[in-house]
T-cell receptor
């Protein structure tokens, strides 16, 4: 069965520090995609970054990078130089070739301390 | 439009009433999704449309829930005889099946059943 696991319900980080949010996944599909979304307190879901299962290099988008370790089935999000505006819920998600939907993890609440 | 548009943004209804939630996807996006998010929880998949057909409606929690999409564009999620456990944010998303099917979300419809 397909599954996404986020083991950190909450994290506190000092402003300007780097932070890593953990995500592991399980799928038997050879082709899949991994995503991270940010959900601020206002509620909207904001797409951050995408990694395809066949991509050779880790994805990067500005301060966001995805540490993709295929053998370990992990897709951790790294935020460099954290800012107060990074405080939000972060969801890891996966799409897979045998289904059309995207499944989500339970989320990690990130709080940035000034 | 520029983004996924949902209406109403907030809805308070009495138990037993029917409600309709509307989603207008990003122009040109052929895939449309409905998710549900209860307070403090992750995202629960409800239904997926490709064009006007729904190849995956496996997440609809009961026969009180239905959805349709017309003209390959606007979708309506209908909840009949609402119950208090239906209270949640209903999120609509759309994609163009690019970048591994990255989906972009609307701001959600907050439903409260009293």
């Amino acid at each position: 069965a397909q599954k996404i696991t986020q083991t950190q319900p909450g994290m506190f980080v000092q402003e300007k520090e780097a932070v890593t949010l953990d995500c592991t996944y399980d799928t038997s599909d050879p082709s899949y995609g991994l995503f991270w979304y940010k959900q601020p307190s206002s509620g909207e879901m904001i797409f951050l970054i995408y990694q395809g299962s066949y991509d050779q290099q880790n994805a990067t988008e500005g301060r966001y990078s995805l540490n993709f370790q295929k053998a370990r089935k992990s897709a951790n999000l790294v935020i460099s130089a954290s800012q107060l505006g990074d405080s939000a819920m972060y969801f890891c998600a996966m799409s897979y070739s045998s289904a059309s939907k995207i499944i989500f993890g339970s989320g990690t609440r990130l709080s940035i301390r000034p | 439009g520029a983004g996924v548009s949902q209406s109403p943004s907030n809805k308070v209804t009495e138990k037993g009433k029917d409600v309709e939630l509307r989603c207008d996807p990003i122009s040109g996006h052929t895939a449309l999704y409905w998710y549900r998010q209860s307070l403090g929880q992750g995202l629960e998949f409800l239904i997926y449309f490709q064009g006007n057909s729904a190849p995956d409606k496996s997440g609809l929690p009961s026969d009180r829930f239905s959805a349709e999409r017309t003209g390959g564009s606007v979708s309506t999620l209908t909840i009949q005889r609402t119950q208090q456990e239906d209270s949640a944010v209903y999120l609509c998303a759309s994609s163009h099946r690019e970048r591994g099917n990255t989906i972009y979300f609307g701001e959600g419809s907050w439903l409260t059943v009293v």
